[in-house]
């Protein structure tokens, strides 16, 4: 029982490359989520998907596209990266009884 | 939309003593509280959670308190040990948004420091 998967663990983009970044969960969550950390700011909504299928804008969207391509895999897209989405990125599930989010292990991402 | 305040950012402490870490929300609506613990590198990881019908909830050496009316939350960890080194952040929902969804919003994070 892996929980939530993330791949790429660190990757290093030059401004204005493409990327998706992959999440796959086992638990047969229905609702995921990615979240970006940055010192001193927490972690902060970027998109989340409440079912397959659905999905919604969170705090911080602008810049990023996001597919839920079934049940199990959410993956986040940087269309044209720019310095400032330099971040550690999780993506994060939970299941509807509000037990909390189980977080992936993060990518962290340095565009230059 | 939902903002959580959360102090102090860093927060040292003698390995036994206590640490409490205090959170305030805006929202009226919020009713579940989660507390997470970060060690460097790694993920969040929930510690505790409380939901708007109890005022305390205990594990062990930690607790979070709530008071609604002031709409203000706390973590509070006694007898603390090194291995209590880590951030913690503090979050707010105000309840599902569909397919039984709920967004959570964190506050910026403490970090804990407990010298041996």
């Known amino acids: 029982n892996a929980g939530v998967t993330q791949t790429p663990k660190f990757q290093v983009l030059k401004t204005g490359q493409s990327m998706t970044l992959q999440c796959a969960q086992d638990m047969n969550h229905n609702s995921m989520y990615w979240y970006r950390q940055d010192p001193g700011m927490g972690l902060r909504l970027i998109y989340y998907?409440?079912?397959?299928?659905?999905?919604d804008k969170g705090e911080v969207p602008n810049g990023y596209n996001v597919s839920r391509l079934n049940k199990r895999e959410f993956s986040l897209r940087l269309e044209s990266a720019a310095p400032s989405q330099t971040s550690v990125y999780f993506c994060?599930?939970?299941?509807?009884?509000?037990?909390?989010?189980?977080f992936g292990s993060g990518t962290r991402l340095t565009v230059v | 939309g939902e903002n959580v305040e959360q102090h102090p950012s860093t927060l040292s402490v003698q390995e036994g003593d206590s640490a409490v870490i205090k959170c305030t929300y805006s929202?009226?609506?919020?009713?579940?509280f989660p507390w997470y613990k970060q060690e460097l590198g790694k993920r969040p990881q929930l510690i505790i959670d409380?939901?708007?019908?109890?005022g305390e909830k205990k594990d062990q050496r930690i607790a979070v308190t709530l008071n609604k009316t002031a709409k203000h939350f706390s973590l509070h960890i006694t007898e603390t040990q090194p291995e209590d080194s880590a951030v913690y952040f503090c979050a707010a929902s105000r309840g599902y948004s569909g397919a039984g969804s709920y967004q959570l919003t964190f506050g910026k994070g403490t970090k804990l420091s407990v010298i041996p």
């Open positions: 929202d009226s609506a919020s009713n579940y």
């Open positions: 994060a599930s939970s299941e509807t009884d509000r037990s909390g989010y189980t």
């Open positions: 998907s409440a079912s397959e299928g659905t999905t």
């Open positions: 409380i939901r708007s019908n109890v």
